[in-house]
């Protein structure tokens, strides 16, 4: 038998950017939480995934949407990750945002994405949600990271050409 805490420890192990997830509900109110399981998957369409606990507070909105955003957090936003992974009952209570073109957008994030719902997919107690990129922006200032427990800046690197 696997030891699921060791697991999650070997897994911590990789460091990954930190994302705010958002949707409206069928009632038009923001729902959001915080998800490290973030990738592209393609850039010609342009899609991609984020991983959603079947558990979570969020996961019903999500799963009853056409539509998302990925708001990839900035090394400032570290207290708003915290926020948006808490047991908080409405996350968007006394937090900044806006409306975007179909899901909620946190400002002063590194970058937003706007995504409409490619597919699903059934990965045993989450969901992995494919998105296609309808929108997208984004600003110069460095990423928040996390790793091992910690959240941290991503170093920057020279621009790209």
Same mark, same amino acid.
């Given at each position: 038998?696997?030891?699921? !805490?060791?697991?999650?420890?070997?897994?911590? %192990?990789?460091?990954?950017? @930190?994302? +705010?997830?958002? &949707?409206?509900?069928? #009632?038009?109110?923001?729902?959001?939480?915080?998800?490290?399981?973030?990738?592209?998957?393609?850039?010609?369409?342009?899609?991609?995934?984020?991983?959603?606990?079947?558990?979570? !507070?969020?996961?019903?909105?999500?799963?009853? %949407?056409?539509?998302?955003? @990925?708001? +990839?957090?900035? &090394?400032?936003?570290? #207290?708003?990750?915290?926020?948006?992974?808490?047991?908080?009952?409405?996350?968007?209570?006394?937090?900044?945002?806006?409306?975007?073109?179909?899901?909620?957008?946190?400002?002063?994030?590194?970058?937003?994405?706007?995504?409409?719902?490619?597919?699903?997919?059934?990965?045993?107690?989450?969901?992995?949600?494919?998105?296609?990129?309808?929108?997208?922006?984004?600003?110069?200032?460095?990423?928040?990271?996390?790793?091992?427990?910690?959240?941290?800046?991503?170093?920057?690197?020279?621009?790209?050409?």
């Amino acid at each position: 038998m696997m030891d699921t !805490r060791d697991y999650r420890r070997a897994l911590g %192990s990789f460091p990954t950017g @930190v994302t +705010i997830i958002t &949707a409206y509900d069928t #009632d038009h109110h923001p729902w959001g939480l915080t998800a490290n399981s973030f990738t592209s998957v393609s850039l010609d369409p342009p899609v991609i995934s984020v991983c959603v606990a079947k558990s979570g !507070r969020v996961f019903p909105t999500l799963s009853m %949407s056409g539509h998302f955003a @990925v708001n +990839i957090l900035s &090394a400032a936003q570290q #207290d708003l990750a915290l926020h948006f992974a808490s047991n908080v009952e409405n996350r968007f209570t006394d937090t900044d945002w806006t409306a975007g073109r179909t899901a909620p957008l946190l400002p002063g994030a590194a970058a937003h994405l706007d995504c409409i719902v490619h597919s699903r997919v059934d990965a045993g107690d989450h969901e992995i949600l494919l998105g296609r990129v309808q929108h997208y922006a984004h600003t110069p200032v460095p990423p928040l990271v996390y790793c091992r427990g910690s959240f941290f800046a991503a170093p920057q690197p020279e621009a790209m050409p």
